[in-house]
């Protein structure tokens, strides 16, 4: 049999139906579009970003800036906003898991999970 397919589904209502089927991947073009519109409209660097939609919550992958709000203080004094987690950085090509003493420097990757409704409070740390 094929190892792996990947299924477009144009109504989103129909995207949980298929995982439950065990399609494989399922992609649907209007999410992968708004994702890619709604990275543009960001005014931090952001090189990834996608939208959980049945979880209302975003992945995102910053990259830092020099004097960005984020490298300032260790992550666990920065009162970064509720329903934020810091999920990994990437250092000199080296991933490193962030802990409330790591202190975040400009050109490290960080990638980050918060609710939808919280990216932009969230962009404003990495700008």
Do not use: W
């Not at 999920?87 to 090509?93: A, E, N």
Request: glycine share 8%; aromatic share 6%; with cysteine.
């Amino acid at each position: 049999g094929v190892p792996r397919s990947i299924a477009e589904v144009e109504q989103l209502d129909y995207i949980p139906l298929a995982d439950n089927l065990d399609i494989g991947i399922v992609i649907n073009k209007k999410l992968i579009a708004a994702g890619h519109i709604y990275q543009m409209m960001l005014d931090a660097d952001v090189t990834n970003m996608k939208c959980l939609t049945f979880a209302n919550a975003d992945v995102a992958e910053f990259i830092v800036k020099e004097n960005s709000m984020i490298t300032k203080k260790q992550v666990k004094d920065l009162h970064l906003p509720e329903n934020l987690s810091l999920g990994g950085l990437i250092r000199d090509g080296k991933g490193i898991i962030i802990y409330g003493n790591t202190q975040i420097q400009a050109g490290d990757r960080v990638v980050i999970f918060c609710l939808s409704s919280q990216i932009q409070k969230v962009e404003k740390y990495f700008h």
